[in-house]
């Protein structure tokens, strides 16, 4: 110990007692926090599939197309325009010359291959990290060629989770009613049709009113509100088989129906005697359960991911709001307080946060809170907005926008996505006029 | 007598997709059975004179009695007016007992899909309750809601939703 | 016109007749089931794990030909296109780079990987002389954790205060900290050189050679610089469910171009979490972006930044 003068004991102790606290931080590094960033599409490129055959290279080429229009839509992308490649693709196979598509400004490439023999269709994609010069992930699918938009949704999942750490939505379908006629005739069916809006098909005639379509968690299953003679009632509907039932015997009207996470009940309203309240019924044995009993409209409902909680439309305190419950009925508390009315509470897949509709002073919006009321944002604002649905994943949100209507009952109806940040909002195209869309789980 | 009956089947069945002779009033069917209301335009068309409307009908009930009620925003509450109509038509029913009626209960389109279906089933059941208790048996009125789902008045402005925010009484 | 009422009237009751008998009939063929696909991994980690030479090839000669999937072609049977739907619902699970072994047991996961990479090392530090940016490639990815000199002390670094919530402030002050710290610690090092064994630590002496410059700090001027340069490429994808847990330390060992030489991420027990794994990838992305370099750092205070440990903290950026 040569400090100078003497090393009184105190001195000696100081000493350790700051050598001690200073180890860890002996190599004297700089530390600096970041805490600010952007959040913006992030440069891809996306290069065409390679194929060996012109049938290979031509499916190729319609995967890839597929995969950057998600990635697009998602708004977590930007492509980068094929034209500015710089490396010829086929070569890509092997290994890419990362310093090509630095220059480009991509900070990821996707490459792929495809192969089409007979009734096999493979293909394979990598991701690279084009600063880190390193392969991120790749994987490789076979299946049926019909199967190929399919394999490019797959495809799109399996970069954007790498990129987000979340799990994909592509691989989804949307069931949603199609609308056509004047406002106050409107022809209503339901319809299905992939994410990106591909693969369009109608479920129902549109001899009789329907509404409100929502997909089961867990099975191709689709339960919505029919008029079928004149008695509206909550239906099941099998999509790969067509076959329908009504959902229980009720002595009034049922609506508003939702499949609990499980997907082996049914959560919907029941009004009798101009007064509706909350049941489930459990499917696979028919047993109903009653939820709510108050004179006030309580509708909406739906479950939390985890199944304890429920989440309901109530004007129990005077006027729309939103409340929540545990899953038996008990402990009701209202958690929407801002200016205006609440309604079409959903709980996120993910659980962090409820979707709604919210509406007063001539405007709707979609926005979401925490479940406990907290945190409440506003993600869209128009004439009308309503009915949110969730992507499987948490992140993005489906509603129907409905334009106001003139004398001859003209108006526009429309299906929309917007994201958390509600940066990303999007039409999403449909042969007609769109309302109630409902997300499917990943397809299994 | 035949022809009163393939008139009442007529203007109770008429379906909204049905391109009435005519039909261009704004005033279009209010949805499923209930386009009576508009078909009953239908049949004093076809019909060459007034006079001839059949007591009983739902024209009848239209024309001189008055089918429907209406209601403010988000309210289920009957009206002054409201429960006038209401008591002609409780006297109407006793004149006519063997008609039976549905209540069709509507709202605008200022309101979300499942809530509205629970108004208006609270507003049909509202007219329902009052007819019942002027006397009317219970067991000759039904009720359906239609929500927003089908407006008596086309546009975006607050008389259509005024108009929209209703109670109609249909003879089956 | 009585006619057309008779018409329209027998029209309506067919109408009817449909809607009470025929319900069933109002659909249109269901669409039909997509057929099921399989798949397996193409990874070049992979094969790696089997012939280790390849691995090296593969992260340093860019023009190595691999045969990736002549190899996974190996490891999978041609599948029959209708089979196994579990498959495709595996697949988030092998998606993490296949240097975790993807069908190994789950278990050891986490804390594997990490003594595995014997042949890594070889490539990690490799900084090739080269002034392009090319060596970051060794360091970047996830799997082949380089960690050259990453000696224990980072673990006893508790500098990181727990969660604050007034980020900004607290941040601020833990640096401030942080740097008094740096500097009475070199003032008591400058002592502590002097005389024989430090009672304590191996690293100390590294810290030496930095002390023995000249012991200065980055102006808080400086430090905004570096940050408000690094914001611009930092992107961080919006609409993570907890940004708290998303916090990524990254160690950056410079160049005296000031550009990056190496990077690591310091908690990288945890990048079997795909979250985590994401926000790395991100911060990484961040500091190897050309966009943002050289890093605006003061030439004269290299002995400062020559290593530097960078926070990227999203909790304020997300909402």
Redesign the interface.
């Known amino acids: ?3 100078k003068g003497a090393p009184s004991p105190f001195a000696l102790l100081l ?2 007692v ?23 599409p ?1 440069p891809v490129a996306v290069a065409n599939f390679h194929g060996d055959d012109l049938g290979s290279q031509d499916m190729g080429a319609q995967i890839t197309a597929v995969i950057r229009s998600n990635l697009e839509r998602s708004g ?1 992308f930007r492509s980068v325009d094929p034209a500015a490649f710089i490396q010829d693709i086929a070569a890509l196979n ?2 890419p ?3 090509d598509w ?1 220059v480009i400004g991509a ?1 990821a490439l996707i490459s792929g ?1 495809v192969t089409v023999t007979g ?2 269709l493979e293909a ?3 991701l690279w ?1 084009i ?14 060629p ?2 190929w938009r ?2 490019a949704h ?1 495809i799109s ?2 970069i954007y ?7 994909g939505y592509f691989d989804t379908r949307i069931v949603y009613v199609s609308e056509t006629g ?7 069916r339901l319809a ?1 049709m992939d994410q990106d809006g591909a ?1 369009h ?9 329907v ?2 379509p929502r997909f089961s968690p867990t099975t ?1 299953e689709i339960t919505y ?1 029919a ?6 009632r909550v239906y099941l ?6 076959q ?1 039932e009504v959902v229980g015997d009720f002595p009034g ?1 049922t ?2 129906p939702r499949f609990s996470p499980d997907g082996r009940s049914v959560i919907m ?1 029941l ?1 009798q ?4 309240d909350i049941y489930t019924m459990d499917l696979p044995t028919r047993r109903v359960r009653r939820l709510t009993n108050h004179p006030a ?1 309580d ?2 409902a739906s479950f939390s991911p985890d199944g304890q909680f429920i989440t309901f ?1 109530s ?1 129990r305190g005077g ?2 709001q939103i409340y929540v419950m545990r899953a038996d009925g008990s402990d009701v508390r209202r958690i929407s307080f801002g200016d205006g ?1 609440y ?2 509470p959903v709980w996120s897949p ?1 659980g ?1 946060l409820i979707a709604f ?1 919210k ?1 007063g002073g001539g405007v709707f919006h979609i926005g979401v809170m925490r479940p406990d009321g907290s ?1 409440e ?1 506003l993600l869209t604002q128009s ?2 907005d ?2 949110p649905t969730w992507a499987p994943n ?2 993005v949100l489906m509603f129907y926008r ?1 334009t ?6 003209r ?1 526009k109806a429309s299906i929309w996505s917007v ?3 509600g940066r990303n909002l999007r039409e999403i195209g449909t042969p007609q006029d769109g309302s ?1 869309p409902a997300w499917s789980p990943l ?2 | 007598m035949r022809f009163k009956l393939t008139t009442l089947i007529a203007a109770a069945f008429l379906v909204t997709a049905c391109e009435a002779p005519t039909d261009e009033t704004a005033t279009a069917g209010s949805g499923g059975a209930s386009s009576a209301s508009t078909s009953s335009t239908v049949t004093s068309t076809t019909q060459p004179a007034q006079p001839s409307i059949v007591p009983g009908t739902q024209e009848d009930l239209v024309v001189n009695i008055g089918d429907r009620v209406f209601f403010a925003f988000d309210k289920s509450n009957l009206t002054a007016e409201s429960r006038a109509t209401l008591e002609k038509q409780a006297a109407w029913l006793t004149q006519h007992p063997q008609v039976t009626v549905i209540i069709e209960g509507h709202a605008d389109e200022r309101g979300t899909r499942e809530y509205n279906i629970a108004l208006g089933d609270r507003r049909a059941t509202s007219a329902r309750d009052y007819l019942i208790s002027l006397g009317v048996d219970a067991g000759r009125i039904t009720t359906i809601s239609y929500g927003k789902e089908r407006p008596a008045v086309a546009g975006s402005n607050e008389e259509a939703w005024g108009q929209n925010r209703r109670a109609v009484s249909v003879v089956n | 016109m009585q006619h057309g009422l008779l018409f329209s009237s027998l029209l309506h009751i067919g109408v009817v007749a449909v809607a009470v008998i025929g319900m069933p009939s109002f659909f249109d063929p269901p669409p039909v089931a997509s057929p099921v696909m399989t798949f397996e991994v193409v990874s070049q980690e992979e094969i790696a794990q089997e012939e280790a030479p390849e691995a090296v090839s593969q992260t340093t000669k860019p023009q190595e030909p691999d045969e990736p999937i002549a190899e996974t072609k190996r490891n999978v049977p041609p599948p029959p296109p209708p089979p196994a739907p579990e498959q495709v619902a595996a697949l988030p699970e092998p998606t993490p780079e296949a240097v975790q072994e993807p069908e190994a047991i789950p278990l050891p996961k986490a804390p594997e990987p990490e003594p595995e990479p014997e042949p890594e090392p070889v490539v990690a530090p490799k900084p090739k002389p080269k002034a392009e940016p090319e060596p970051q490639r060794a360091v970047a990815p996830p799997p082949p954790r380089p960690a050259p000199p990453r000696p224990a002390p980072k673990k006893a670094e508790p500098k990181k205060d727990p969660p604050k919530t007034n980020q900004l402030a607290s941040l601020l002050d833990s640096l401030n900290k942080d740097r008094e710290q740096v500097q009475r610690g070199d003032e008591n090092r400058k002592g502590a050189a002097a005389q024989p064994p430090a009672p304590r630590l191996d690293s100390q002496p590294k810290a030496e050679k930095k002390t023995l410059d000249r012991p200065v700090k980055l102006s808080s001027g400086e430090m905004d610089a570096l940050r408000a340069q690094l914001r611009q490429c930092w992107n961080f994808p919006a609409g993570a469910k907890n940004p708290e847990d998303l916090i990524v330390e990254a160690r950056v060992v410079m160049r005296s171009d000031r550009t990056p030489a190496t990077v690591e991420i310091l908690d990288s027990g945890r990048l079997s979490d795909s979250f985590y794994r994401a926000a790395a990838d991100a911060a990484r992305r961040a500091l190897l972006n050309p966009a943002c370099h050289p890093f605006k750092l003061p030439p004269d205070k290299a002995s400062l930044w020559q290593t530097m440990i960078l926070t990227f903290d999203p909790r304020e950026m997300l909402q």
Do not use: H
Not at chain 1, 131 to 144: I, R
Not at chain 1, 161 to 167: A, F, M, P, W, Y
Not at chain 1, 273 to 276: F, K
């Open positions: 110990m040569t400090l000493l350790l700051t050598a001690f606290v200073l180890v860890p931080d002996a190599r004297a590094q700089l530390r600096v926090d970041i805490t600010q960033g952007v959040s913006e992030i977590l092997i290994r010359r990362f310093a630095r900070q291959k009734s096999t394979e994609f990598r990290d600063f880190a010069e390193s392969q991120m992930t790749g994987l490789k699918y076979s299946t049926v019909s199967n399919r394999i797959i999942d399996a989770k790498q990129i987000t750490g979340e799990n004047p406002q106050n005739r409107k022809q209503k299905i693969n098909q109608y479920l129902t005639d549109g001899s009789t009113l509404l409100t191709q509100l008029y079928y003679n004149n008695k509206p509907l099998n999509i790969d088989t067509g329908q009207m609506f508003a309203s009004a005697a101009g007064n509706s409209i509708t909406s439309n004007d006027s729309q009315r309604a079409t993910r962090d509709t509406f945190g944002r004439f009308l309503e009915a948490g992140r409905q106001p209507s003139d004398s001859q009952g108006g994201d958390l940040t109630d397809i299994p």
